[in-house]
């Protein structure tokens, strides 16, 4: 019988070794690890590193190890397009997840349609998507369900009149556009626009001109380090109007920038950033939850929503390639456009021929920032 157990055993180990000697599946990512937008892509890149161990561990895909080459583009649009034609051309992936930010992802997205290469972008421009292009998908919510929840928790306050502070990056102006379309359509009066630069240390200028149109609210949209500054501003000025932020400031590490100048400010986030917060009903959240501790765990780091955008590029590629039993590009492009009711970080991606961001208004809450913390402020 021991004899009998230890050839078992034998077999065992060796069906799992030769599952992981044939070829890993490659994988591409583009991440912005360092660079002023890092906040975003480490935690992208640790949970791309978490998930891939955790999914060769249960086997890996099609019998196979996935194997992802992450580069970094440092935050640079430049290199982000040098990464993707290394990408494309020396590393043979059959996909590519990132890049990190809504600039970078505009520049390079071209490229890889053009070699028919499936891209799934970690950033949240509509532009991405809008118009669909064949290969290229994303899984941050759009600008228009972040800005869809911000003007519904005003409307629900009773404001008319709102201003709006942009940063004048791909993810800035992405936003300017829905805002300036959405604010009026949905009955407010845009009283002013100003716009503020991605490395500008001072907007006192912009939010003086607002405070004299007397708004509601404002509405900052941008990504760290300048909404935290702008926050810091207006708490310099004494300025009291309601100031909202864009979800490209839901992290943690926001908090920390702006310190006590973000007490009291509200934005749309993803479920993530306050997951420990949701009611047990809600569908999501052991999900949510379990990978929180698991992040935490293995990297002593809070999630954050970013971090959710890795787990959802790379989860939503290795289903796509189940699902095709193929990591060709074109069958994983099919396969993508194919998938529905797909948990993610996210929330719940549902993928079609018209429709490749796949997420609906549901994938944001309303949060406010009380005592250095997240508190609900509706759904």
């Not at 599946?25 to 480490?42: D, I, K, M, N, W």
């Not at 939850?289 to 992040?295: L, S």
């Not at 069958?331 to 549902?350: H, T, V, W």
Request: neutral net charge; charged residues 20%; contains cysteine.
């Amino acid at each position: 019988m021991r004899v009998k157990a230890i050839l078992t055993a034998l077999c065992a180990l060796c069906a799992a070794t030769c599952a992981f000697a044939a070829e890993p599946v490659r994988l591409g990512a583009v991440l912005s690890v360092t660079g002023p937008a890092s906040f975003l892509g480490e935690p992208e890149k640790n949970t791309i590193l978490m998930e891939v161990d955790k999914i060769n561990a249960a086997g890996g895909v099609l019998g196979r190890p996935v194997e992802v080459v992450i580069l970094d583009d440092e935050t640079d649009v430049n290199k982000a397009v040098l990464a993707v034609d290394r990408l494309i051309k020396k590393e043979n992936v059959a996909a590519i997840l990132g890049p990190t930010t809504s600039g970078n992802s505009l520049a390079v997205m071209g490229k890889a349609a053009a070699a028919k290469i499936p891209l799934i972008s970690c950033s949240a421009a509509e532009k991405i998507t809008k118009p669909v292009s064949p290969y290229i998908f994303k899984v941050a919510p759009s600008d228009r369900l972040a800005v869809a929840r911000i003007l519904t928790h005003a409307k629900a306050k009773g404001y008319k009149k709102l201003a709006i502070l942009t940063v004048s990056d791909g993810f800035g102006q992405a936003g300017r556009e829905v805002l300036k379309e959405l604010v009026p359509a949905e009955g407010f009066e845009l009283v002013a626009d100003e716009v503020f630069g991605p490395k500008d240390t001072d907007m006192t200028a912009q939010l003086t001109k607002i405070q004299g149109a007397s708004p509601d609210a404002v509405i900052c949209w941008g990504t760290n380090p300048g909404p935290a500054v702008v926050a810091k501003n207006r708490v310099q000025l004494g300025i009291k109007t309601p100031l909202y932020m864009s979800h490209g400031v839901a992290s943690k590490k926001f908090i920390e920038l702006a310190g006590e100048a973000a007490e009291g400010l509200l934005l749309p986030a993803g479920k993530i950033t306050a997951a420990d917060k949701l009611p047990d009903t809600d569908k999501e959240k052991a999900l949510l939850v379990g990978y929180a501790k698991a992040y935490d765990e293995r990297f002593k780091a809070p999630v954050s929503t970013f971090g959710g955008h890795g787990y959802d590029s790379l989860h939503l590629a290795v289903k796509a390639i189940a699902n095709a039993g193929s990591d060709k590009p074109e069958a994983i492009r099919d396969a993508l456009e194919k998938i529905q009711n797909f948990p993610g970080i996210g929330g719940i991606f549902s993928f079609t021929p018209e429709d490749h961001a796949g997420l609906g208004p549901d994938a944001f809450i309303m949060l406010g920032i009380d005592k250095g913390d997240w508190v609900i402020v509706g759904q």
